[in-house]
């Protein structure tokens, strides 16, 4: 993010002293600065002042991260996954939101991966880029060494690479935490043409700074109950040899990762909820780009709320047909009124995969069936990639088998809905 934030306790001046409280005369001990800077340190940046050596571990062993590996969509078909069959009951009650994900989808560029959780994660960061994961249902508290969020659904969660945090689901909750992981191997941001050249959000973009969440801090050790001395083992997910080039590795720090005393810069996770996301609208249908939010290397991030839709007298709301030709696109559906179209196959929790070289759109009839409609209440999260995505296990597991055929009169079952963008 381009906008400069400064939380807790920093020197007036970079690079130089800062110090604990002395005892009497005597200075107190030198905390210990850390420039996390991306590209290079060429791009946005943040200086954190530690209580302990950043770089400390005394342990490092091997950890088996969730299965990455993937199988080509060939032969080329168009998919339904159901995601909300990936999870049951028992199994919730057993998994966190960084170790249990299960992946759906990725190539190069980002995984897709889904977890329903009812544990704590342990400590974790993500060497290899930014995540951005939205809260579909439930909530969860978020700490990380910036600060805490207290989330919930809606939220897309902005975590920058090597942000080491964990995720706290809350107990109490009415639904469970329902977390949809977007795992890019670059970083995730506005896209570029929201933004002025100095990086602020330009009057014709869909959201604004007022929008953004800024992590609570600074956050420490004896602010969540845990002693500053406690042993901690850190998750790290990092580039390797594995299925994806993911693999993973525990260090074990000497002491809690919650040390910093304060931070400033433009460099920190922040929260964005959908709902504050201003569609844009017009006479006739509106061009796909306008419900990106996010984007990263080689894929973007777009959503669809609710909104009044397309009004010139003889506007057609639901799309046409289209080929994305450079493009997969995966339409998570989260809400809105699909389960009351009997027989379409998409429902909340499904996911569409749509893939390059495959033009789609509206079922027969859907086109028909929206005149004259005036709003849609539909929620989705979708991802475009340039490159082809293949098929997790955790896709490959809900995968319902009969979507590439829904397009086909004649055929009992039916494809999307009116409501269906994607
Ligand atoms: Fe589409």
């Known amino acids: 993010m381009a906008h ?6 920093i020197p007036p001046k970079r690079h130089t002293q800062h110090r604990r409280p002395g005892q ?61 069959e990936l999870f049951d009951a028992e199994s919730v009650a057993r998994t966190d939101v960084v170790t249990g994900r299960r992946l759906v989808l990725g190539n190069g560029d980002v995984r897709i991966s889904y977890a329903v959780a009812a544990q704590a994660s342990p400590w974790y960061r993500n060497g290899i880029g930014d995540e951005c994961v939205y809260v579909e249902r ?21 975590i920058p690479r ?29 896209p570029k043409r929201y933004l002025s050249r100095y990086g602020q959000l330009l009057e014709h973009a869909p959201y604004c700074e007022r929008d953004l969440r800024q992590p609570e801090g600074p956050l420490l050790a004896e602010h969540v109950g845990a002693s500053p001395d406690e042993q901690t083992d850190v998750y ?52 796909p780009p306008v419900h990106q939010v996010f984007e990263g290397a080689n894929f973007v991030i777009c959503n669809f709320v ?13 799309p046409y047909y289209h080929s994305n030709v450079d493009s997969d696109e995966i ?31 509206p079922q027969p009839g859907a086109t028909e069936g929206s005149l004259g409609v005036e709003a849609f209440d539909e929620l989705a999260v979708m991802v475009d990639t340039f490159r082809p995505l293949e098929l997790g296990e955790g896709g490959l597991a809900v995968d319902d ?22």
């Not at 090597?162 to 795992?183: F, K, Q």
């Not at 009044?308 to 007298?313: E, I, L, Q, R, T």
């Not at 998570?332 to 569409?352: L, M, N, P, Q, T």
């Open 162 to 190: 090597a942000t080491t945090h964990r995720w706290l689901p809350v107990a109490d909750a009415d639904e469970p935490l329902r977390a949809y992981c977007i795992e890019a191997n670059s970083h995730i941001a506005p």
């Open 236 to 287: 790290i997910k990092h580039r390797g040899n594995g299925p994806g080039g993911v693999v993973g590795t525990v260090h074990t720090l000497p002491f809690h990762p919650l040390d910093v005393v304060g931070w400033d810069g433009c460099l920190y996770p922040y929260v964005f909820n959908v709902r504050n996301f201003e569609p844009i609208t017009g006479r006739i249908h509106q061009p």
């Open 306 to 318: 609710p909104r009044k839709v397309d009004y010139h007298p003889l506007a057609i709301p639901v």
């Open 24 to 84: 009497g005369d005597a200075p107190g001990e030198l905390y210990y600065e850390e420039l996390m800077g991306e590209e290079g340190f060429s791009s946005d940046s943040s200086l954190l002042y530690h209580r302990n050596v950043p770089s400390t571990t005394v342990a490092a062993s091997v950890w088996e991260v969730p299965d990455q590996a993937t199988t080509p969509n060939h032969p080329l078909t168009p998919r339904h996954l159901k995601l909300h």
């Open 331 to 361: 339409m998570f559906y989260v809400d809105g009124d699909y389960e009351a179209r009997k027989g379409s196959g998409i429902g909340k929790g499904s996911i569409s995969v749509h893939p390059g070289g495959h033009p789609h759109g």
């Open 4 to 9: 400069y934030q400064a939380v807790g306790s």
């Open 401 to 422: 088998g009969l979507y590439a055929m829904s397009w086909s009169r004649g055929t009992a079952r039916t494809a999307g809905s009116p409501h269906s963008e994607g």
């Open 138 to 158: 439930g909530r969860a508290r978020v700490e990380t060494v910036f600060g805490a969020f207290d989330v919930a659904e809606g939220d897309y969660v902005i």
